[in-house]
């Protein structure tokens, strides 16, 4: 285990020191709310040698969070999307527990062709082409939810005092929650590692459809 630490025996003081000593971060500037925190810095992993230059590559693949993610997808998840982790700051250095919802996208129907969503069911027994390829929409059987977080922050400005103050219960919750945090970072740190151990980066040339607007004469 990396982030997290294993403990023998949880008073309420040694709730209260973890939970006030446990890194943090400053998600919101200078509006003093903020999170817990774990710095993954590739030079702060713990990373051996060759492991570190392989690891400066591939913190600069587009699609890295969706290769480490499913750790924090579970977390989600399982916390009924009450509780996420983001990687926030320059780079994605810092992992960031951040409470959030899940909400309603309201899209009604959605194209196979183009992934296009729409607002509008399709009537039964009728078509109802896609508004940018004209394929013709399905509606979804379970309506996509997303997701998003608040920008509260957690545990903001308490001190020791204020968490020796809670019940021992309402203490053991939060003591539980960032175990649980620090737990998702290494699991997270572990897919990363497996990353840099069984795969090498390959670069290719994409070609990207791009809209552009421009005049043209009436
Ligand atoms: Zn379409």
Do not use: W
Not at 111 to 119: D, E, L, V
């Amino acid at each position: 285990m990396f982030f997290l630490k294993t403990f023998f025996g949880k008073s309420k003081d040694q709730m209260a020191d973890f939970l006030v000593q446990h890194a943090r971060y400053q998600t919101m500037g200078r509006s003093g709310a903020g999170s817990y925190s774990n710095c993954c810095k590739v030079h702060s992993l713990g990373l051996r040698g060759a492991q570190l230059n392989k690891a400066r590559e591939v913190v600069q693949l587009d699609n890295l969070a969706e290769l480490i993610g499913a750790p924090i997808n579970r977390f989600r998840e399982e916390t009924g999307g009450q509780y996420t982790v983001g990687f926030n700051g320059r780079s994605g250095g810092h992992m960031v527990l951040y409470s959030g919802e899940y909400y309603d996208s309201e899209y009604k129907s959605y194209c196979k062709q183009c992934h296009q969503r729409n607002y509008q069911a399709v009537p039964e027994g009728k078509s109802a082409p896609c508004a940018v390829c004209s394929h013709p929409r399905t509606n979804y059987k379970v309506p996509p939810r997303f997701h998003r977080v608040h920008s509260s922050g957690i545990d903001a400005g308490m001190s020791r005092e204020d968490f020796l103050e809670l019940d021992e219960a309402s203490l053991k919750v939060k003591f539980d929650l960032v175990q649980r945090f620090d737990q998702v970072c290494d699991q997270v740190r572990s897919e990363f590692i497996t990353l840099l151990d069984d795969f090498i980066v390959i670069e290719e040339q994409v070609m990207v459809p791009q809209m552009v607007k421009r005049l043209a004469r009436i």
